[in-house]
């Protein structure tokens, strides 16, 4: 898990820094260091990972203006359409708005919570999004992990994955989102068997298949766009639809 707060001042950024390092000792969290920033965009740029896996800590307030963090929160979404978001502050009145600026956020914390009761929300809050990654990671999710690159998205919103035109790159395509990585197709199939190489520069995901165009050597998505399939790929990917429409009982 990689943890990030957005605080401009100063001790309550050791507040809470030193609670979560004290959660994960106790709790026996595993997370990279945590990324502590005072600036928005210092912690934007810092962003080169997306999934479930990373959890922000945001203040609504920076630098005297009372909405900047929810701004944040929605370029974070833009970015991270799988981030977790808890907004942490003195604004309990802005709360309303979090909804209105649609990021979904997991909490939304008081900082004038007695330190008990605050340190108990950030545990809460931890305990929940450690074990929210571990069961996406271990039951439904798609997760990539090399020296260069780490990926988590759920594995039932991927349509497919292509060879990037920039070298040793990919892209993968959900239904929300496009993301470029570092990684082959091949080390990608290595980890993710789930997948199917329909060509030699396309993984496809066969659960979301809306139809095999044998003509035109085209495989079509249930969001309506489309991949190449090779030739002596079709019957191959018909048994594996096949297959898993059988799995599930249609």
């Known amino acids: 898990m990689n943890i990030f707060i957005l605080e401009d001042n100063f001790i309550q950024q050791a507040r809470l820094e030193r609670i979560i390092e004290e959660v994960k000792i106790r709790r026996s969290i595993h997370s990279k260091m945590v990324n502590t920033f005072e600036k928005p965009v210092q912690l934007l740029e810092s962003i080169c990972e997306k999934g479930m896996h990373n959890l922000y800590f945001l203040d609504i307030e920076i630098k005297n203006d009372e909405q900047r963090g929810l701004e944040v929160a929605k370029q974070i979404r833009q970015i991270d359409p799988y981030a977790q978001i808890v907004f942490v502050t003195t604004h309990s009145e802005l709360m309303p708005l979090t909804f209105r600026y649609q990021v979904s956020a997991l909490d939304y914390i008081d900082k004038g919570l007695s330190q008990e009761a605050f340190s108990r929300r ?55 989102d496009r993301m470029e990585f570092t990684a082959t197709l091949g080390d990608i199939l290595k980890q993710e068997p789930r997948l199917f190489q329909c060509h030699r520069s396309f993984l496809v995901n066969p659960l979301n298949i809306f139809k095999v165009d044998r003509s035109n050597k085209l495989i079509y998505l249930k969001n309506g766009s489309n991949c190449l399939i090779s030739r002596n790929k079709i019957k191959d990917i018909m048994v594996v639809i096949e297959e898993n429409q059988r799995g599930r009982g249609i």
């Open 122 to 176: 950030i545990e809460e809050v931890l305990l929940y999004a450690n074990n929210a990654c571990s069961k996406n990671l271990l039951e439904d999710s798609f997760y990539f992990k090399s020296r260069y690159s780490q990926v988590q998205v759920p594995f039932n919103d991927i349509l497919y994955i292509e060879t990037s035109l920039r070298s040793h790159r990919v892209v993968l395509y959900t239904a929300k």
